[in-house]
């Protein structure tokens, strides 16, 4: 623990956080969790799907005209595919997208948006984009959004190194 001399073992090796280090974790932890209820709301309120329900909407709305296989859009998501699939069974449910066999294979399955999914989609776009804006992007600078994107990429790349993405 921090302040205490080590014992031996995995914690004489330990790196512990500085006083900055510590509360720069407790914030972004903070944000990281804060954030998705922020956007789970609004999304609720104004469109009555969630955050990831939205995702998969963005996601499969910009995709070809013909649809998007459900392992592609696992990919661009960069979620398990078992995530996916039990989402779209929702999203199926409640009329959002269609499924189908792809026709090249016939193993995988096409996703596509209904005509209730593009409403919605359409519907909710306007007000997540306004709420992104003003929470992210407004109260930055050029410099300091170019900044956090650079340091995001590194902290990325250096998860992705140690096989951790």
């Known amino acids: 623990m921090p302040g205490q001399e080590p014992t031996g073992g995995a914690e004489a090796f330990t790196r512990w956080l500085s006083t900055d280090e510590q509360h720069l974790w ?19 309120r ?7 329900e939205y995702a998969v909407l963005a996601a499969v709305s910009e995709a070809r005209p013909e649809g998007v296989r459900s392992g592609d859009l696992a990919a661009i998501l960069e979620w ?18 269609g499924r ?27 007000g997540h984009v306004s709420l992104v804006r003003e929470t992210i992007f407004d109260p930055l600078t050029r410099a300091e959004l170019a900044q956090l994107r ?9 998860a992705v190194e140690k096989g951790l993405w």
């Not at 104004?46 to 990831?52: L, Q």
């Open 26 to 44: 407790l914030e972004l932890r903070e944000f990281l969790s804060g954030m998705p209820r922020v956007v789970d709301r609004q999304l609720s």
């Open 46 to 52: 104004d469109s009555e799907v969630s955050g990831v």
């Open 80 to 97: 398990e595919k078992s995530r996916v699939s039990h989402l779209l069974r929702r999203m199926e449910c409640k009329g959002l997208v």
């Open 100 to 126: 189908c066999a792809a026709s090249d294979d016939g193993r995988g399955q096409k996703i596509s948006l209904t005509d209730d999914g593009w409403a919605t989609v359409r519907a909710a776009a306007p």
């Open 150 to 158: 650079a340091s995001l990429q590194k902290i990325r790349a250096a």
